[in-house]
């Protein structure tokens, strides 16, 4: 089927909110080529479960769509008509399995060469909807901290070697109530802009008294999801022919109450995180297993998808590594711990939340702040710290928050 | 300076020209487009049968952790020990399929496969144990494959008709022998027996030509105990490779060896030290291969070593990856790699930075050889023949 027989009752199998945001633009989605389409149908068929951001560049993408002439529109897709599709594709339900559309055209373009090409009229693409339809500036400058180093008692070789170039290294930075202080004014801001989703507390380990106004996920809170999880996949793969491409498919198909991961009775429901939770456990790979690549992977996808204005990630030592059958088991004894691993770990893991944060609108204006937990070493970037400097002075964190 | 305007070629000449000038300033080497040939080379290893020795620097490691002068301390057997006894090509583009398996087998084809790289499948091209023995007659034992993963398997033989059953590589898998030896059991030796990092959870089931248990005994002349009792000396998967393939060189000695290492690919599960740690070992254990080549009478002196990897990693620039991770963007900086040859009939010190492709290796080895890569879509190395 090409895009050009869209009809509205295709979108049937839709969530509402989503069903009804395509029926709304369905002219505008018959003339897009079969090569972006079903990307774009991707975001939509998610609408329901979207952060507000993410919701706004959905419909301004597919108002943006909309308004394009066909002269425009040619201009705008020549790069994706000359991709070539397989029957197979073009065959396919991209309409309600959008996600395996695009998954399988990833193989396609990889085994035909048409991937450079196809990157070219992504970022193409990208460049023209930027500025079409600029991202909305953040309301107050972003602000993004990394704790790292948890457990540690002492490390000698040099640490946010990364990020030193990009702001002022502290080496005598006051350690007491770290945590805490930096909790509080994360908490504080929460209090002072309180926009949905705009909050975060990600944590490696066990979450810390908070502010109920944050946002916030945990490994340790998630142990019972993930134990799910992995147990679903042990049963998986004794199944006979069960690869690694079904496997994804079955992922990808899961539903939060699949991993019971849905609201207690009486709790509120949001089935906005309960998604991104999910996500963030089916859709990476580390995440169900090592609590450093859980921050650094759930800090990333908070930050490409409800952009945040403040997120505090604070990571926790993860287990010793072991044979991944070994990890994937949940024993009854205690996983042995690899703290220094871990800090090395989060020291990268750092390095790309502030990438990651500078991705973001308003990155000139954003300040980041990387400490060591519990020791005097942190490095604070943004337009009040020069760049590649150190500081021997005694500092105290709210001298480092700016 | 690159831009995000750059081309994939030009991002590509960027990283190569980079390479060369850590290597120029780090490990002493010389442009190569400055020297003359040289008949010397091979006159001492004229004697014997030529061999050849393959190592890809397996999972795939990026400059910043290697030869940029902040990864230099992840591999100081490589820059202090081995590039200086090289030639060094600062720009090895692979066009074909990022996937370990399937670029592995386009290295081995010399042409960039497209199956499906989580398939049970043999190569559809001949490869280069294939052209070896068929051209040069050579028995089955003349052409080894020493694998990292169970996936690997049938990377020793093509399904080409012209080619294929019977006249491909005998395939070693040290974790599948191990788990024989074993029998399966024994969690004193699960630590070596880790297996294909990019989808934990899948293993295929193994079909083709394995090497089988009680080959042990006749081949490597190890008995299942012995075997059994050093396994558990060793720290990784790579380093049990490393010891089948001393043992095969001492034992077999074939004059087409091709070890896979794998442990860097532990970088999919996003644990940054674990990635660096894979790097380090793998630096040594290329290393200790070496020396083993040098040591071993049937190497010493006419062996060419290739060290190279099958692709690198995602850059941490590209906002559709995340880093070292992962290999699935296809940008400059994972598909730019580099390689090095040593040995009889190379010269020292120096290093290329003209582009060459992976698929070049295969038709390299057979000018080297004497045989024809005929299907192959690689061009023959000329600073190397």
Request: hydrophobic fraction near 40%; glycine fraction near 8%; include cysteine.
């Amino acid at each position: 089927m090409q895009p050009t027989d869209l009809k509205p009752e295709q979108f049937n199998g839709y969530p509402p909110e989503a069903r009804k945001l395509a029926a709304n633009y369905i002219s505008a989605l018959r003339r897009l080529p079969l090569s972006f389409l079903p990307s774009l149908l991707r975001e939509v068929v998610e609408y329901d479960f979207k952060f507000p951001v993410e919701r706004r560049a959905v419909e301004n993408e597919l108002a943006n769509l909309a308004s394009l002439s066909p002269e425009q529109l040619k201009n705008w897709f020549q790069g994706f008509a000359q991709i070539h599709l397989s029957s197979q594709l073009e065959n396919s339900d991209w309409v309600n399995a959008p996600s395996q559309f695009v998954e399988q055209l990833s193989a396609h373009l990889w085994s035909t060469h048409q991937l450079d090409a196809f990157r070219a009229a992504a970022v193409g693409y990208a460049e023209r909807l930027r500025a079409a339809a600029p991202p909305e500036p953040p309301p107050i400058p972003r602000l993004g901290i990394a704790i790292v180093g948890q457990g540690v008692a002492a490390y000698d070789a040099p640490l946010f070697r990364k990020l030193r170039p990009h702001g002022a290294y502290f080496n005598h930075v006051e350690p007491e109530n770290g945590l805490a202080m930096l909790l509080d004014a994360v908490g504080a801001r929460a209090k002072a802009h309180p926009i949905p989703y705009a909050h975060w507390y990600i944590d490696g380990g066990q979450e810390a008294r908070h502010a109920p106004a944050l946002t916030c996920v945990s490994y340790a809170a998630l142990q019972p999801a993930r134990a799910a999880l992995t147990a679903k996949m042990r049963a998986e793969i004794e199944r006979p022919g069960m690869g690694p491409e079904a496997l994804r498919t079955l992922m990808a198909r899961m539903r939060p109450e699949d991993l019971g991961m849905t609201a207690a009775t009486g709790e509120a429901s949001d089935p906005v995180m309960e998604r991104f939770q999910l996500k963030v456990l089916t859709e990476s790979s580390g995440t169900q297993i090592f609590a450093t690549t859980f921050a650094q992977w759930t800090a990333r996808e908070a930050l490409r998808r409800a952009q945040p204005l403040t997120l505090l990630v604070r990571f926790a030592p993860r287990q010793r590594q072991r044979p991944m059958n070994e990890m994937i088991s949940e024993g009854t004894k205690p996983a042995e711990l690899d703290p220094v691993g871990s800090l090395v770990d989060a020291d990268f893991g750092a390095y790309y939340n502030w990438l990651n944060q500078q991705r973001l609108p308003g990155a000139e204006q954003s300040s980041f702040v990387a400490w060591f937990e519990g020791h005097n070493e942190a490095i604070a970037i943004g337009p009040a710290w020069p760049r590649g400097a150190q500081s021997n002075n005694v500092t105290d964190m709210k001298q480092l928050l700016g | 300076m690159i831009d995000r305007t750059s081309t994939p070629a030009e991002l590509a000449r960027h990283l190569a020209l980079t390479r060369r000038d850590f290597l120029r300033s780090a490990a002493g080497v010389a442009l190569g487009s400055t020297l003359l040939h040289s008949p010397i080379a091979l006159a001492g290893a004229a004697m014997k049968r030529r061999k050849v020795v393959v190592i890809t620097f397996g999972g795939g490691a990026r400059d910043q952790e290697t030869f940029a002068p902040e990864g230099q301390e992840n591999i100081p057997h490589l820059m202090r020990e081995m590039i200086p006894q090289s030639t060094f090509f600062s720009q090895v583009v692979n066009r074909g399929i990022l996937g370990h398996y399937v670029a592995t087998a386009s290295l081995a084809t010399g042409t960039y496969e497209t199956f499906n790289n989580f398939a049970a499948v043999s190569p559809e091209n001949p490869t280069v144990f294939e052209y070896f023995r068929k051209d040069l007659h050579r028995p089955a034992s003349d052409a080894w494959v020493i694998a990292p993963s169970n996936g690997f398997n049938r990377i020793g033989e093509s399904s080409h008709r012209s080619y294929g059953p019977g006249l491909g590589a005998r395939v070693i898998l040290p974790k599948h022998l191990l788990t024989a030896a074993t029998s399966g059991g024994g969690s004193d030796y699960a630590h070596l027996l880790r297996d294909n990092y990019e989808t934990p959870f899948y293993t295929p089931e193994l079909a083709g030509n394995e090497f089988e248990l009680q080959q042990l005994a006749m081949m490597l002349k190890l008995s299942v105990d012995d075997f059994k009792a050093h396994a558990l000396t060793l720290s990784s998967p790579d380093e049990l490779s490393v010891y089948i393939a001393r043992q095969l060189m001492r034992q077999v000695a074939p004059s087409l060896l091709w070890i896979t290492m794998h442990d860097i690919d532990i970088a999919h599960a996003g644990a940054y030290s674990l990635y660096i740690d894979g790097i380090r070992r793998t630096d040594r254990l290329c290393a200790d291969l070496w020396k083993t080549i040098q040591s071993e009478p049937e190497y010493a002196g006419n062996t060419t070593l290739f060290i190279l990897p099958d692709f690198g990693r995602d850059s941490d620039e590209d906002a559709g990856g995340n880093g070292f991770q992962h290999h699935r963007t296809g940008d400059a900086l994972s598909r730019t790699t580099w390689m090095m040859a040593m040995g009889a009939g190379v010269r020292e010190g120096v290093v290329y930075d003209r582009p060459a492709e992976s698929t070049d290796l295969v038709p390299t080895l057979g000018s080297m050889l004497g045989f024809s890569a005929s299907l192959s879509q690689g061009r023959p190395i000329p600073e190397l023949l």
